[in-house]
């Protein structure tokens, strides 16, 4: 049965836990009183665990991802990385963003090689050539090193941030719809891009969707959160599929539909 699936508030051992959020709470002065975007919420992420998050525009989950990364100050409640107070950001913590913010000027190589730099200071400089090209190359851009960020396209440009951010070695990788803005195709490319990298790697991954076809493809577990204001976790789902996984083999597996139905009538309740 599919509720069998559904799991809420699961509290597991310190020794499993890699992110956890706790009573976390964000507000927003107004003049007219306190927003409350987020309160109450509590949810705790496995190591290895890749966890999306889907939810209505405006229920907060891109103010809880800058939280967790350090971008937001938190104004109750607490955010832990293997059971450290996080501090704002820091190289445990590595972001894809809808948008890749990448410095124009700088060639391929010299974009990834900012954050490798700043989190491998002692590295020869081979070595921080070798771990830029090495993600560069796993995403596909290996014979565009020294092109231009401006010269390159969309999809493009969002692998070498998929690329920086593998490459700073994070414990915890945050994706805040970093497939939102580009056309399906390329889309559906850039998922196999980042799974096959996040399979080899095992970094634990939080992400943002608002495709529920993504969500499931992409989670162990989907989580979905209520609308604001005062949002928090209204409801969580195991996705029990073998990985690594295909987009065929998900499509025909017995169960997607029924995530599906249930992803979709929380959407719309």
């Known amino acids: 049965m599919i509720?069998?699936?559904i799991k809420r508030q699961e509290i597991f051992s310190p020794s499993e836990v890699m992110l956890d959020l706790?009573?976390?709470k964000k507000v927003y002065p107004t003049l007219t009183g306190d927003y409350v975007v987020l309160e109450n919420l509590n949810l705790q992420v496995k190591k290895e665990e890749f966890m999306?998050?889907?939810g209505h525009s405006g229920c907060g989950k891109t103010t809880m991802l800058s939280m967790i990364a350090g971008l937001n100050p938190i104004s109750g409640g607490k955010i832990s990385v293997l059971?450290?107070?996080i501090k704002g950001p820091g190289p445990d913590r590595g972001v894809i963003f809808q948008s890749p913010s990448l410095m124009p000027w700088l060639t391929t190589l010299e974009n990834v090689m900012l954050g490798v730099k700043k989190v491998f200071p002692h590295a020869t400089k081979k070595q921080k050539d070798d771990i830029c090209k090495y993600y560069l190359c796993k995403v596909g851009l290996d014979g565009s090193f020294n092109k231009r960020a401006s010269e390159l396209s969309q999809g493009m440009q969002q692998r070498v941030g998929i690329a920086r951010a593998f490459a700073i070695k994070?414990?915890?990788?945050?994706?805040?719809?970093?497939?939102g803005m580009l056309d399906s195709l390329t889309r559906g490319e850039l998922q196999d891009v980042l799974i096959e990298i996040w399979n080899k790697e095992k970094i634990t991954?939080?992400?943002i969707t608002h495709d529920v076809d993504e969500a499931i493809f992409l989670a162990d577990r989907v989580v979905m959160m209520t609308s604001g204001p005062r949002a928090k976790i209204g409801?969580?789902?195991s996705i029990d599929f073998e990985r690594p996984r295909t987009r065929k083999s998900v499509i025909d597996h017995p169960d997607y539909y029924k995530y599906r139905k249930h992803l979709i009538d929380f959407l719309e309740h």
């Open 170 to 179: 994070p414990k915890v990788l945050l994706l805040d719809e970093p497939f």
């Open 205 to 207: 991954a939080v992400m």
């Open 52 to 54: 999306t998050i889907i």
């Open 3 to 5: 509720t069998e699936t």
């Open 235 to 237: 409801d969580v789902l």
């Open 83 to 85: 059971g450290s107070s």
């Open 22 to 24: 706790r009573d976390l």
